[in-house]
């Protein structure tokens, strides 16, 4: 039975139906995915799905899908929560885990959202998708896209780790490379979309890539005996993955599977491109774009996220904080996570580290609280970008 009731605005709460291919709200804002939740409280129990297997598909009925004929998976889910002992030991901190995004089948928490809406996209008859992307999001959409049998055109900057290029191209992506950053990107693809049927699969511009991402927060509940973490630190690009996570943990409220306090959300950016970390710093709903972006974590050089007040909401509300990292900080987190842990983690993954170095250093980390910090991704799509600094 699939229990998706509706699609619903997250600004102005106007509805869509699901059996139609949808991107924004008329208003401009996207769309969240809402889900008969009292029947499903009725129906499952969360004890019901401890013998299902080990990925996303797990939590089949807070997915818009849940007939395996229509579920577009190559395993992605389920991935480790490891507790961080050393790095833990050093930095004085008891209950520290780095949950790794980099075992899913692409590398990349990507592969979560890009299942659920490839598999959407096929079960609605679309036959050709497009995004911009940073790389990570174009190799899942090139992935998927490829195992549903639908055309992907991705777009990203030119500056992409070659690694990301031969990924899409092996997976038959239509790939143009972008002079310029991710919006950049977006608006070649919007300029090339003119008279096709492409689907705009970008980053909160359909409703079902944010629904695989909230899956993150399933995990953590269930990894740590549905006993949700004090802190969660996420490197922010898009926003999907702290937006997703909320998501989450108020739907999992709502069954009555959580009970207590939600975590507290760390939105971290880098100091070369921050507009969500200013926009929270000054008290903003919405975040301004940021002039020439520039930072080596690519995956949160995002200028202006089309989310940006879902985002700020989920973190107010959870009574976190937004912070920024320098590169160098992010570049030496990098090799100590390495070094400590055995876990080669992306940029962004890094990040997350110097952020709680720096919220440790403001006293705004209790050292027996439960942390989790989100490597997004494997550093070894980052070659090119980090062989100067390591080799």
């Not at 605005?9 to 059996?19: D, V």
Request: charged letters at 30%.
């Amino acid at each position: 039975m699939i229990y998706l009731e509706k699609l619903e605005c997250t600004r102005c709460k106007a509805t869509y139906s699901p059996e139609n291919p949808h991107n924004l709200c008329q208003c401009g804002a996207p769309l969240f995915a809402r889900y008969k939740l009292k029947q499903i409280k009725d129906e499952l129990k969360r004890e019901d799905i401890n013998n299902r297997p080990p990925n996303l598909w797990r939590y089949r009925e807070l997915l818009p899908i849940t007939e395996g004929k229509d579920i577009i998976s190559l395993g992605e889910g389920f991935t480790p929560l490891t507790p961080a002992i050393s790095l833990g030991k050093k930095l004085g901190l008891e209950r520290l885990w780095i949950k790794d995004e980099s075992f899913n089948p692409t590398g990349s928490f990507k592969a979560r959202g890009m299942s659920v809406a490839i598999s959407m996209a096929k079960k609605l008859g679309i036959k050709e998708v497009c995004l911009p992307s940073a790389g990570n999001a174009a190799g899942a959409a090139a992935a998927y896209s490829a195992r549903a049998e639908i055309g992907a055109f991705v777009f990203m900057p030119q500056d992409t780790d070659t690694c990301f290029i031969l990924e899409c191209k092996s997976y038959n992506a239509q790939l143009e490379l972008v002079k310029g950053v991710i919006t950049d990107c977006a608006a070649v693809m919007l300029e090339r979309k003119k008279g096709s049927d492409w689907f705009d699969l970008s980053t909160l511009k359909e409703p079902y890539r944010v629904e695989g991402k909230k899956t993150m927060g399933y995990e953590l509940a269930e990894q740590l005996g549905w006993e949700l973490p004090d802190v969660i630190i996420y490197p922010t690009g898009g926003g999907t993955g702290i937006i997703g996570m909320w998501k989450a943990f108020e739907e999992m409220e709502k069954l009555g599977w959580i009970k207590g306090k939600k975590p507290r959300l760390v939105c971290v950016q880098s100091e070369g491109c921050a507009p969500l970390v200013k926009a929270f710093n000054e008290g903003k709903n919405s975040a301004e774009k940021w002039e020439k972006p520039e930072t080596i974590a690519s995956g949160i050089k995002v200028p202006q996220a089309i989310g940006d007040f879902l985002v700020l909401k989920a973190v107010r509300e959870s009574e976190g904080t937004a912070t920024s990292v320098t590169d160098e900080e992010i570049l030496e987190c990098l090799k100590e996570i390495s070094e400590t842990e055995g876990i080669l983690p992306c940029p962004e993954g890094a990040a997350t580290l110097a952020a709680l170095k720096k919220l440790k250093k403001e006293n705004k980390i209790n050292p027996e609280e439960k942390i989790i910090l989100f490597n997004t991704g494997t550093g070894l799509k980052y070659v090119e970008s980090l062989k100067k600094y390591f080799i």
